[in-house]
């Protein structure tokens, strides 16, 4: 059976794929969903929040956003490098810190750069 494509307009088979037919999901996003659920992510998360002492990093160098210095709600290990662009640092302590929501999100929106989160990286 033949219909029309809503990608290209053409007339097609029905089991053929489009090649205009955009891409939802990148491939490397299915690899990066099962690294996160992955036992050795689990393993790393839990040893950085215990290096940083279960403390957001930021709050306690006192960053933009700060309320109060010792912060230990809602924390999160944050990829400083985004996995999407450098995935072979996944795993990388220097390229991890323990953030609040907060601070996690300022981090995630370019907020906070880069260079001033690995200065908040305790030795």
């Known amino acids: 059976m033949k219909k029309a494509c809503k990608y290209c307009g053409k007339i097609h088979d029905t ?3 489009c090649e205009k ?3 939802r999901k990148p491939k490397q996003l299915g690899t ?3 690294f996160r659920s992955s036992y050795e992510w689990k393993l790393k998360r ?3 929040k215990k290096r940083d002492r279960y403390l957001c990093q930021a709050c306690l160098n006192n960053l933009e956003g700060t ?3 010792i912060c230990t709600a ?3 290990v944050h990829h400083i490098e985004p996995l999407k662009n450098h995935f072979e640092l996944r795993l990388d302590e220097t390229n991890l810190i323990t953030l609040c929501e907060y601070h ?3 981090a995630e929106c370019g907020k906070i ?3 001033l989160l690995r200065k908040c990286i305790p030795p």
Do not use: T
Request: glycine content about 0%; proline content about 8%.
């Open 15 to 17: 089991k053929y794929i």
């Open 67 to 69: 309320v109060r210095r």
């Open 32 to 34: 990066i969903d099962a």
């Open 104 to 106: 996690h999100e300022s």
């Open 46 to 48: 839990e040893y950085i």
């Open 113 to 115: 750069p880069a260079e």
């Open 21 to 23: 037919k955009p891409d």
């Open 74 to 76: 809602n924390l999160s």
